[in-house]
C-alpha cells in the first residue's frame, strides 16, 4: 500500500510550482501538472508512486527538480524519450512544461504505464506512453529521432546507452542523480552538471556522444 499525499488547492499548488522553476510556466501548462497531481492522488494510495518520505514535499522534490531541467533542454529541441517514467517525473512535467516536444514515457511495469495513460488524458497532454522495456536490441516502437533522452534514479547499462546514441547520435542525455557517478559509455562524455535546489548531493549531469 501506498501513502495519501497531501491536499493542495490550486493557487497554492501553481504558486508553489512556480517557486520552484527557474523558467516562467505558462497557466495551461500549470493547469496540466495541476491535473497530473490530481491524478497522482488518487492512484498512490494503491501504487506508491510516490513514498512517505517525499510526500509531504512532493512539489518541490518531485515536480520542482524535473522541471530544473528545461535550462538544459536547447529551443530547437523537438523530441524527448523519458526512460522508467513511473509516476511521470520528469518526463510527463516536461512535457506539460513544453508542449512543442514529442515526448515519449517508457515504463516497462504495467500498473505504473496505466497510470501514466490516466494521468496524460486528465492532463490532456499528447504525450505517448509505451509500455516496454528499454533494451538492446532497442524497442521497434522507440521513437527513430531523439533530442533528449531522460531518466531519473536509474541505472542504465553502457551497452543500452551505446545502441540510444547509435540510433540518435545528436541526443543530449540527462541523469538525475546523487552522489554516485552515472554509468557513461565510452562513446560519450560528461558536458557538465546542474545541482537541484535544496540539496548537497541531488544534480542533473549530462553526456552526449563524442
Request: proline share 6%.
Amino acid at each position: 500500500m501506498g501513502c495519501l499525499l497531501p491536499a493542495i488547492e490550486r493557487t497554492l499548488f501553481r504558486r508553489r510550482i512556480e517557486n520552484c522553476s527557474r523558467i516562467a510556466i505558462s497557466d495551461s501548462s500549470l493547469e496540466a501538472m495541476f491535473s497530473h497531481y490530481r491524478e497522482l492522488q488518487r492512484w498512490n494510495v494503491k501504487l506508491s508512486l510516490v513514498g512517505p518520505g517525499t510526500a509531504e514535499t512532493v512539489i518541490e522534490r518531485h515536480y520542482g527538480e524535473s522541471l530544473q531541467a528545461l535550462s538544459l533542454i536547447p529551443a530547437e529541441s523537438r523530441s524527448l524519450l523519458d526512460i522508467g517514467s513511473g509516476a511521470g517525473f520528469p518526463g510527463m512535467v516536461l512535457a506539460a512544461a513544453r508542449t512543442d516536444l514529442k515526448v515519449t514515457l517508457v515504463e516497462p511495469r504495467e500498473r505504473k504505464w496505466a497510470f501514466l495513460e490516466s494521468a496524460k488524458r486528465r492532463a490532456g497532454l499528447s504525450c505517448r506512453c509505451l509500455n516496454v522495456r528499454v533494451e538492446s536490441p532497442l524497442p521497434r516502437s522507440l521513437p527513430r529521432h531523439l533530442d533528449i533522452v531522460t531518466y531519473r534514479a536509474l541505472t542504465i547499462s553502457p551497452t543500452i546507452l551505446e545502441a540510444l546514441v547509435s540510433s540518435s547520435p545528436q541526443a543530449r542525455f540527462l541523469v538525475w542523480c546523487g552522489k554516485e557517478e552515472p554509468m557513461v559509455p565510452d562513446c560519450c562524455e560528461l558536458v557538465g552538471e546542474l545541482s537541484l535546489p535544496g540539496s548537497k548531493h541531488r544534480r542533473i549531469v549530462e553526456f552526449r556522444s563524442h
